[in-house]
């Protein structure tokens, strides 16, 4: 039925999506500390690579070379 094939699509859907948020938790896992918080702060929570240098006193270049490492890293495990 509908119904039916509805649902398995979306529990092979939900299935993926839980799969990929495991293999970026695992990459994450992989960075430093520094390269992670970055990362997320830039990615997740929105923060400009000014802001997060602020934060940190570092400057603008190295926080922005730090999360698109880690961002390459990301798109190259789930490339896999």
């Known amino acids: 039925t ?4 509805t649902y398995f699509f979306l529990s092979k859907l939900l299935h993926n999506f839980i799969r990929t948020l495991r293999e ?6 992989e960075f430093t500390p520094k390269q992670r918080r970055r990362f997320l702060l830039h990615f997740a929570y ?14 603008k270049s190295t926080v922005m070379r730090s999360a698109k ?6 798109q190259k495990k789930l490339a896999a």
């Not at 509908?2 to 094939?5: G, I, L, P, V």
């Open 2 to 5: 509908s119904t039916q094939k």
């Open 24 to 29: 970026i938790q695992e990459a994450l896992n």
């Open 46 to 59: 929105g923060y400009t690579y000014l802001e997060i240098a602020k934060m940190e006193g570092s400057n």
């Open 69 to 74: 490492v880690a961002l390459k890293k990301i």
